[in-house]
């Protein structure tokens, strides 16, 4: 064994025993919460939380080649991989290869939770030095981790609970320095799920303001730029993360206007309502994660696509952090200027728009429309919590 795997060995115990002295819960003989730490026990059902926790879900359309659906992976591609070989359950699993002896091979997601809740993290891995845990709790505790599996499958498996401020955790899995590669499936984050989002066209206020949307991304024009930066408007973006990647500056430059906002809306832009559940929380969650990465700040908000969304879209975007479910009502994109209730533009409203070579005209003709109703544009992020 070298010298600096040796060394490496030592610090991984000697962190293992004061997270557990230091971090952990008091906890009864069994190594449950105490009493006294207990939270209320919750009364909505234990369901399983994780995204793509079999490695099943085929990536969207439009996503970015090699990563797994539900997972960032430090790696990427060269490291981590979804395999046909010998999996614990079902027709795949998830394989790493640390590429390095720098690297540890870690996959990890962002999971959203309820505060002072118990939860359990467990997962079915096969390689030396696997470790499964989960950071931000409030709460955390030590990871879960084997020295070796001896070359089949062995469930991991770590408790904690949420803190009174916890929305979200990140849920990880590795390996360890110069260990060779390790294999991960059927993972499981066990708990109650949070509230489903909820579904709006509109914002509820009394105040004169009207809220600028414009979706998608794929044409970025000047004009529309100077347009925007010209009247200080306050714009809530949501692009696709392929052309939010293609050019992150633009849209950091189109939504410096404070109020202004990038939000999710899905990989692929398929409709939601035509896939279940697991399928939709990627399409959610993988956006979202794609917009953290670019800019900065996770987005609170989700514009389903072609407006078309069912309670699994719901239940899908809060599993995914997202508190509102967002359409329109009205439609001012290509040269339209529908609004979906009689009269003019009313306190509240959400004004639909696109990335598109007509976008400074059509954002001309809505802050008309604004100005003749005796509204403001304001931003999302201000009126929507």
Same mark, same amino acid.
């Given at each position: 064994?070298?010298?600096?795997?040796?060394?490496?060995?030592?610090?991984?115990?000697?962190?293992?025993?004061?997270?557990?002295?230091?971090?952990?819960?008091?906890?009864?003989?069994?190594?449950?919460?105490?009493?006294?730490?207990?939270?209320?026990?919750?009364?909505?059902?234990?369901?399983?939380?994780?995204?793509?926790?079999?490695?099943?879900?085929?990536?969207?359309?439009?996503?970015?080649?090699?990563?797994?659906?539900?997972?960032?992976?430090?790696?990427?591609?060269?490291?981590?991989?979804?395999?046909?070989?010998?999996?614990?359950?079902?027709?795949?699993?998830?394989?790493?290869? +640390? #590429?390095?002896? !720098?690297? *540890? &091979?870690?996959?990890? $997601?962002?999971?959203?939770? @309820?505060?002072? /809740?118990?939860? %359990? =993290?467990?997962?079915?891995?096969?390689?030396?030095?696997?470790?499964?845990?989960?950071?931000?709790?409030?709460?955390?505790?030590? +990871? #879960?981790?084997? !020295?070796? *599996? &001896?070359?089949?499958? $062995?469930?991991?498996?770590? @408790?904690?609970? /949420?803190?009174? %401020? =916890?929305?979200?955790?990140?849920?990880?899995?590795?390996?360890?320095?110069?260990?060779?590669?390790?294999?991960?499936?059927?993972?499981?984050?066990?708990?109650?799920?949070?509230?489903?989002?909820?579904?709006?066209?509109?914002?509820?206020?009394?105040?004169?303001?009207?809220?600028?949307?414009?979706?998608?991304?794929?044409?970025?024009?000047?004009?529309?730029?100077?347009?925007?930066?010209?009247?200080?408007?306050?714009?809530?973006?949501?692009?696709?993360?392929?052309?939010?990647?293609?050019?992150?500056?633009?849209?950091?430059?189109?939504?410096?206007?404070?109020?202004?906002?990038?939000?999710?809306?899905?990989?692929?832009?398929?409709?939601?309502?035509?896939?279940?559940l697991e399928r939709q929380q990627v399409?959610?969650?993988?956006?979202?994660?794609?917009?953290?990465?670019?800019?900065?700040?996770?987005?609170?908000?989700?514009?389903?696509?072609?407006?078309?969304?069912?309670?699994?879209?719901?239940?899908?975007?809060?599993?995914?952090?997202?508190?509102?479910?967002?359409?329109?009502?009205?439609?001012?994109?290509?040269?339209?200027?529908?609004?979906?209730?009689?009269?003019?533009?009313?306190?509240?409203?959400?004004?639909?728009?696109?990335?598109?070579?007509?976008?400074?005209?059509?954002?001309?003709?809505?802050?008309?429309?604004?100005?003749?109703?005796?509204?403001?544009?304001?931003?999302?992020?201000?009126?929507?919590?």
């Open positions: 064994m070298s010298t600096r795997l040796s060394t490496r060995l030592s610090v991984l115990a000697a962190s293992v025993v004061l997270l557990t002295g230091l971090a952990a819960p008091a906890a009864s003989a069994d190594g449950a919460p105490s009493a006294a730490t207990m939270p209320t026990a919750p009364t909505a059902p234990t369901v399983n939380l994780a995204t793509n926790p079999g490695f099943e879900v085929p990536s969207p359309d439009l996503a970015d080649w090699g990563s797994v659906p539900g997972w960032s992976c430090t790696g990427g591609p060269a490291e981590a991989a979804v395999t046909a070989a010998a999996p614990h359950t079902g027709a795949s699993a998830l394989t790493v290869t +640390p #590429a390095s002896a !720098e690297s *540890t &091979g870690e996959c990890a $997601q962002v999971v959203a939770v @309820r505060p002072n /809740t118990t939860y %359990t =993290a467990s997962a079915w891995v096969r390689g030396d030095f696997v470790h499964l845990g989960a950071t931000g709790t409030g709460r955390d505790v030590a +990871p #879960a981790w084997t !020295e070796t *599996t &001896g070359g089949g499958w $062995q469930r991991l498996s770590t @408790r904690f609970t /949420t803190g009174p %401020t =916890a929305r979200s955790v990140r849920l990880y899995v590795h390996g360890w320095y110069q260990q060779g590669p390790f294999s991960v499936d059927d993972v499981r984050v066990d708990g109650p799920a949070p509230a489903p989002a909820v579904a709006a066209g509109s914002v509820p206020t009394d105040d004169r303001v009207v809220f600028f949307t414009v979706d998608d991304g794929w044409q970025r024009t000047p004009e529309a730029e100077r347009f925007i930066a010209d009247h200080r408007l306050p714009i809530t973006a949501f692009p696709l993360p392929m052309p939010a990647a293609a050019d992150p500056a633009f849209f950091k430059r189109v939504t410096a206007v404070p109020g202004s906002s990038v939000q999710d809306h899905s990989v692929s832009h398929a409709d939601l309502t035509k896939l279940p399409e959610i969650c993988d956006a979202r994660d794609s917009m953290t990465r670019l800019f900065g700040t996770a987005p609170a908000f989700f514009r389903p696509p072609y407006f078309a969304w069912n309670a699994d879209t719901l239940q899908a975007a809060a599993n995914c952090g997202i508190r509102t479910v967002l359409t329109a009502d009205a439609d001012f994109s290509w040269g339209a200027g529908d609004i979906w209730h009689p009269g003019l533009l009313q306190p509240g409203d959400v004004v639909l728009m696109h990335w598109t070579d007509t976008l400074a005209a059509d954002l001309q003709r809505a802050l008309a429309a604004a100005d003749a109703a005796g509204l403001k544009p304001a931003g999302l992020v201000d009126y929507l919590r």
